[in-house]
């Protein structure tokens, strides 16, 4: 299973998207997690009816319960970070954000971050692009957003891909970020095998080695022969750049080794005098 195939890869965390009880042994994952001493984290986007954005009280209560189960199931299994699109729906609106919603959406993570201290689990929120969510596209508004929740628990996670859509200059909005960085995705613009694509990730590690970056850096590719439908469908994945993913796997951990490797030799040459 993909848990075992993370593990031989060489990778220390493997992230789930959504946790479908229905759909796995919850309690068997968490413990093969551990016995292959593989981290878990888990992302979601929220649905329409239960936007914590939305002005609609009802659908914003939804959306608090949502992300109140949603906490414990992680610490439930083991997992020690929840991150995504937890702040609004995971869509493509058709209207602006307002600052009622904007409030509401404040309130309810802020909320949400309480939880997750207590459960020990690291609260994180991936800023996204315009087709994805209308409220949090940019770091600057992350870190804004953040600030007015008043918590110390709730961290950005940030993604190459959004990045390089909505960045003017995605290395200084990781400078800007700093240590409000709790968690990182590795994504191509196509969002397929790492350096098929514009992003240039020398400027990306020389930055995450500037802010002393030292949590996890995931890879995350899509195609429709691995991920789910309905994510597949709202991250508008309408062709695949890939359908074998253990290739896939080896390839992007070689990379993101290499392109450390290369940023960490870059600061010695360029420390001489
Ligand atoms: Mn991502």
Not at 43 to 57: F, Y
Not at 149 to 156: I, K, M, N, P, W
């Amino acid at each position: 299973m993909a848990l075992n195939r993370t593990a031989e890869h060489g990778y220390r965390t493997i992230e789930f998207a959504y946790l479908r009880p229905e759909r796995f042994n919850l309690d068997r994952l968490a413990k093969l997690a551990q016995s292959l001493d593989v981290e878990i984290g888990v992302t979601m986007g929220l649905p329409v009816d239960k936007d914590i954005s939305s002005e609609d009280t009802a659908a914003v209560s939804a959306g608090r319960q949502m992300l109140a189960d949603a906490v414990r199931a992680v610490r439930d299994i083991g997992g020690n970070k929840l991150g995504g699109i937890l702040y609004s729906a995971h869509t493509k609106y058709n209207r602006q954000p307002t600052k009622k919603g904007w409030d509401n959406s404040v309130a309810a993570i802020a909320a949400t971050a309480d939880i997750a201290k207590d459960a020990s689990v690291d609260l994180v929120l991936e800023i996204v692009n315009r087709f994805e969510t209308n409220l949090l596209n940019t770091t600057a508004q992350g870190l804004k957003f953040i600030s007015e929740t008043g918590s110390d628990h709730v961290r950005l996670h940030l993604d190459t891909f959004h990045m390089n859509i909505e960045e003017a200059n995605p290395a200084a909005a990781i400078r800007l970020a700093g240590d409000k960085i709790g968690y990182f995705h590795i994504g191509e613009s196509n969002r397929g095998y790492l350096g098929d694509g514009v992003i240039n990730f020398d400027l990306i590690f020389d930055a995450l080695l500037d802010i002393d970056y030292k949590r996890d850096i995931v890879f995350e590719s899509f195609s429709t022969t691995v991920v789910d439908e309905g994510l597949s469908l709202a991250c508008a994945i309408w062709r695949d750049t890939w359908t074998e993913n253990d290739p896939l796997a080896a390839h992007a951990k070689r990379y993101i080794e290499l392109k450390y490797q290369d940023a960490k030799r870059r600061r010695v040459t360029n420390a001489r005098p």
